[in-house]
């Protein structure tokens, strides 16, 4: 059986390039430290023998050498182009096999939801963790080496319509839906979590 990949996307967290929409309620500062300490207990929690965890970091040169993010976890450079530019590159970047790729602000995903998403290609080609915003906080492919053309192109980024113009770009595809989790950008989405507040 091959291996599977869990992938992270994260950028490395400084005041006013990261959860910006957040900072405009809280202020910048407190939405980095946030972010910081939400991507420190995903990555604890991540960590499974079940999947190899790799970090799709940005911005690539400091995001490479940032003592930020464990140093045992394997990163590659993010690149440029828009987020799913950079999920395909990541993707593509990936050994044969399924392929897994979340965001890191999702307070509530736990190893589970990621088991559930790989347990789900096992009988289609593509699968998704819908967020409660008509976006997603999952995207997974059977295998990664097998990428349709267009692939997550054309699709409005940071609208309710993120989830549903991602699918269309797999039309011939046997697609899954798994959790629908929330994902924090404002503050209204960072109380909405029962244990948001302190995520250390």
């Known amino acids: 059986m091959k291996r599977q990949t869990l992938i992270v996307m994260l950028k490395e967290p400084r005041p ?5 929409r957040l900072g405009r309620d809280i202020g910048m500062i407190p939405a980095t430290w946030w972010f910081r300490h939400q991507c420190a207990r995903l990555l604890r929690e991540m960590r499974d023998p079940r999947w190899h965890l790799v970090l799709a970091v940005s ?3 400091s995001g490479m050498t940032s003592r ?5 976890l394997v990163r590659i450079p993010q690149g440029g182009g828009n987020l799913g ?11 044969p096999g399924p392929v897994c790729v979340i965001g890191a602000d999702i307070p509530t995903l736990r190893r589970a939801h990621v088991a559930r ?3 789900a290609l096992g009988g289609h080609d593509a699968v998704f ?17 097998r990428l349709p ?15 549903a113009d991602s699918i269309a770009t797999l039309p011939d595809a046997r697609i899954a ?12 989405d960072l109380f909405a979590h029962d244990d948001s507040r302190d995520p250390c």
């Open 117 to 119: 998403a790989f347990a």
């Open 85 to 95: 530019a950079r999920m395909v590159r990541a993707i593509r970047a990936a050994p």
């Open 149 to 163: 053309d267009g692939l997550l192109a054309g699709v409005r980024w940071s609208s309710r319509h993120a989830l």
């Open 129 to 145: 963790g819908p967020a409660s915003d008509g976006g997603y906080w999952l995207v997974g492919l059977r295998n990664a080496r």
């Open 177 to 188: 839906l798994v959790d629908r989790l929330r994902d924090v950008d404002t503050a209204a």
């Open 59 to 61: 911005p690539d040169r």
């Open 68 to 72: 930020v993010w464990p140093a045992d």
């Open 16 to 20: 006013g390039r990261v959860k910006t």
